[in-house]
């Protein structure tokens, strides 16, 4: 079956530091993979995406390599900000074999101190 | 212009009570979903509705009832409220197309309390 396994946090930085939070998954087919945040009191947002294999996917300095190899999908960012501060999900979604559902991982809070 | 709206953002009630969600999409999507997340973040899909009908129906207990009345609104009623309903519920919506990237588009979410 599918699932998504997500470092568990909380996770503290300090401003400018650099971030990986860890995702790994495991899927039946060939799966899209996607990062989505949730800041304080709101919906989830989606990050970036990567549809297969070796695609990167990037927005706003945060960066994930889709690997088969080692069926990971591992978010980094450069120089962390206090507004970085927020809840991701790493999600799996294999539309050939289960359709749109969207399999979560369980979500890692960081929080970013100046 | 908002994308998926939910209302009531908040809703407070008593145990016993019956309560619905509503949730409204602008973006012309064909699937709808419910989630909800509880107290330590984590997601749980509920419903899934296609083109207004059921595709996805995980455990949840029968006093949920999603409804459908169209393909653009997929409501969330719930009979005799629960100490353990109490979460956020996040409506979301996507179109399905076979080798699409379908991302989801979430809701702002309804904070649910029971008392």
């Known amino acids: 079956g599918n699932s998504v396994t997500q470092m568990e946090g909380p996770v503290t930085l300090s401003e400018e530091a650099f971030l990986t939070i860890n995702c790994t998954y495991t899927a039946t087919g060939y799966p899209s993979l996607f990062w989505y945040v949730q800041y304080p009191g709101e919906g989830l947002q989606l990050l970036l995406k990567?549809?297969?294999?070796?695609d990167k996917g990037s927005n706003k300095g945060f960066e994930a390599t889709y690997r088969k190899e080692t069926t990971s999908f591992h978010l980094e960012k450069g120089s962390v900000q206090v507004s970085d501060s927020a809840v991701y999900f790493c999600a799996l979604s294999d539309l050939l074999n289960t359709g749109n559902q969207f399999y979560f991982g369980t979500g890692t809070s960081l929080t970013v101190i100046p | 212009d908002t994308a998926v709206s939910q209302t009531p953002k908040y809703l407070v009630t008593q145990m016993g009570n019956d309560k619905s969600i509503k949730c409204e999409q602008n973006?012309?999507?064909?699937?709808m979903y419910w989630y909800k997340q509880d107290s330590k973040k984590f997601l749980k899909i509920m419903f899934s509705y296609n083109n207004k009908e059921l595709i996805i129906n995980e455990t949840v207990p029968n006093r949920f009832s999603p409804k459908s009345p169209d393909k653009a609104h997929l409501n969330l009623h719930i009979n005799s409220l629960e100490l353990g309903d109490s979460a956020v519920y996040f409506c979301a919506s996507s179109q399905i197309q076979q080798g699409q990237n379908n991302e989801q588009f979430f809701g702002p979410g309804t904070r649910l309390t029971v008392l």
């Open positions: 990567a549809t297969k294999a070796d």
């Open positions: 973006l012309g999507h064909d699937t």
